[in-house]
Every structure is written in C-alpha cells, then in structure tokens.
C-alpha cells in the first residue's frame, strides 16, 4: 500500500483516532513526521515499513501513545516514561486493520430548488466510496462513487468507504428536498419562544438548514404555544406535497411534535385537512438528529394553506424532565 504526505495529513484530522495500522505500507520517518495531533491514539502498527529509531522523538508527542508495533523494521525497543514505544516480536499484529473514517459531503444542499451536482470526498487516496440512492418513487440504485451524483428531487443517499488493508468505513447518509413553492405572504398565529426567534418567519422558506447546534440563527423554536402558520398566495397555486423539518434531541427537552396538522383551501374560511400524524415519541434517550414529517396528498388548488405543529405536551416518564413540556425546533418548510 501506497501512501503519501497528503495520506498522512488527512489522518491527522481523525481526533477520535484510537488504533492505527500503517503495516506493510511505505511508510518512513519523513512520511510519518505527517502524522500530527491524534490525542486519543493508543496503538500504532508500523510492521514491515521503512521507519527507524529517528522516529521515536516524534512519537512521544502524541499523549495517549502506549505502544508501537515495529516488528521487522529498523527500530530497537524503548521504554520512555513507561510507555513501551517499540514491540519487536508481534507478528499478530499484522493482523489488526484500522477503520476507515465515512466519506465527507462537499456541497450538501438538504433544501434546493434546482438540480445539482452531489460531490463526496475522502482524505486517503484510492479510496472506493460505494454509494445507494434512493429517489422518490424509483427503486434504490448502487454504485462506486466517479465524479458527482445527480440530485433533482426527493433523494436518500447512503455511503461508506473501502480501501484494501482498512476496515470498511461505517455507513452515513443524508436526504434532499425539493423546494418549488414560496408563499407570498406568512403570519404565524404566536411567536417563538423568545429565546429562540432564529432569523425570523422567513426562516422556514430560505433553503438552510440547521446544524446539530439548535443555538443557531437557522432555528425558531416553540414551547408554550403552538407553531400556527398561515401562508398565502395572491393568486391559487397548485400544491401536492409539504415536508417539515424538525430537530429531535431530548437531553435538552427537544423532541418531535405532539401532533402536525396541513390544512389548504381557497380561502381561510374554506380550508379543509391535507394530512395530518401523531408522530412516534422516543422510548429513550435520543439525538441529535434531524426528522423530516413527509406530508403527500393529491394535487389541490389553493390559495392558502395552515400548518399547525403542537410541541410535545407532556414529556414522557423515562426521562428526567417527565410531565414537563418538550421543545419544538423548526428550520425549513418544503411546499410543492
């Protein structure tokens, strides 16, 4: 195996890193002086490579390094601050193969309105990135990742990562939504809370989405009172689809809503229900992730639609805040 200076930079921003396995590879000192940061890293693997005792200086940086398998290399055995740098005799080591880290995602674009290149990404060379899409209404198709995947509608995406000599990466996945429809005008019925108004009403139809860090701007939340939206067009538009997005993340109170509700019509007076769901509450402890509430029904004409999500009422038993009221965070409706 084949690695150069760029390999061992990419590896060097795996903070989590534990066990690494360069084995059999070409790695020498000047290669290894790559190798930087990595605080959690306890055994590294360095059978049959070109490294010597040159090395041993650059080794002792790393703080959790407790021992090295240098077995057929140039390198003697050293014992520095009771740490055993060098195992000479471990040819079971050999066998030890390190994980893989899961592709990267370079353009992710979760809300968009026109169709774009999907690019993925991954520190080490000669890499495999095999991928599953499945798009709305087709069935799912896989492959190995070349220079970008199409996305132009309704899309999951699942992906991990091979190398010969590596475990296979763990398995990550993101999903898409097309966006059409933007009302002209919005009211919601209560605020947000006021800890967190976000950017505002226009939030849910700006096409960003919210990270894991609920504190941020792209995020309006509600707690007391109810997320009672109207939306409104100066002339009918023909809907068939609403997608919301919602954060679940219960250490701090957050889960899905008690309820959703879509109504559309022709007139506030002549709206009539769309679709609604009780969506399932956690049973434990759970989050951060995203949920995502798909809402399909048959083409209507309408000019105004009320979408009226209930944060969870009563907090289930399970948990540290049970009976207490749980938080609902927004970043995105999806209207089409």
Not at 113 to 123: G, I, N, S, T
Not at 166 to 195: E, G, H, I, M
Not at 218 to 246: C, E, G, H, Y
Not at 291 to 306: G, L, S
Request: charged residues 20%.
């Amino acid at each position: 195996l084949t690695l150069n200076e760029k390999d061992f930079r990419g590896i060097s921003t795996f903070s989590n890193l534990q066990k690494l396995n360069l084995n059999v590879t070409n790695t020498d000192d000047q290669l290894l002086q790559n190798l930087t940061g990595l605080p959690h890293l306890a055994d590294l693997l360095i059978c049959q490579t070109a490294v010597s005792d040159k090395i041993l200086d650059h080794l002792v940086s790393f703080p959790s390094l407790g021992q090295v398998y240098a077995y057929r290399t140039d390198m003697t055995p050293k014992i520095v601050n009771g740490r055993v740098f060098v195992v000479t005799e471990a040819p079971q080591a050999m066998e030890f193969r390190s994980v893989l880290p899961p592709p990267a995602l370079l353009n992710e674009h979760v809300f968009f309105r026109e169709a774009f290149a999907l690019k993925l990404q991954h520190p080490l060379n000669d890499i495999n990135v095999h991928y599953q899409v499945q798009r709305k209404g087709q069935l799912p198709m896989s492959g190995i990742y070349r220079d970008s995947i199409w996305i132009e509608g309704d899309t999951k995406i699942s992906y991990h990562a091979e190398k010969e000599g590596w475990q296979t990466s763990s398995s990550d996945s993101a999903r898409f939504f097309l966006s059409l429809l933007v009302p002209d005008s919005l009211a919601l019925a209560y605020p947000p809370n006021a800890k967190y108004i976000g950017r505002g009403i226009n939030l849910l139809f700006d096409l960003d989405k919210g990270p894991i860090n609920f504190g941020d701007s792209a995020w309006m939340a509600f707690r007391d009172k109810s997320m009672l939206l109207t939306a409104w067009w100066n002339q009918p538009i023909k809907l068939s689809s609403v997608v919301l997005s919602t954060l679940t993340h219960t250490d701090p109170y957050i889960f899905p809503p008690q309820s959703i509700v879509v109504r559309g019509g022709v007139s506030p007076d002549a709206m009539k229900v769309l679709g609604k769901v009780n969506p399932t509450r956690p049973t434990h402890g759970s989050g951060p992730y995203f949920n995502y509430f798909p809402f399909d029904f048959e083409q209507t004409a309408v000019r105004f639609i009320q979408i009226e999500v209930q944060p969870l009422a009563s907090i289930p038993s399970w948990h540290a805040g049970k009976g207490q009221k749980g938080w609902l965070f927004v970043d995105e409706l999806v209207l089409r």
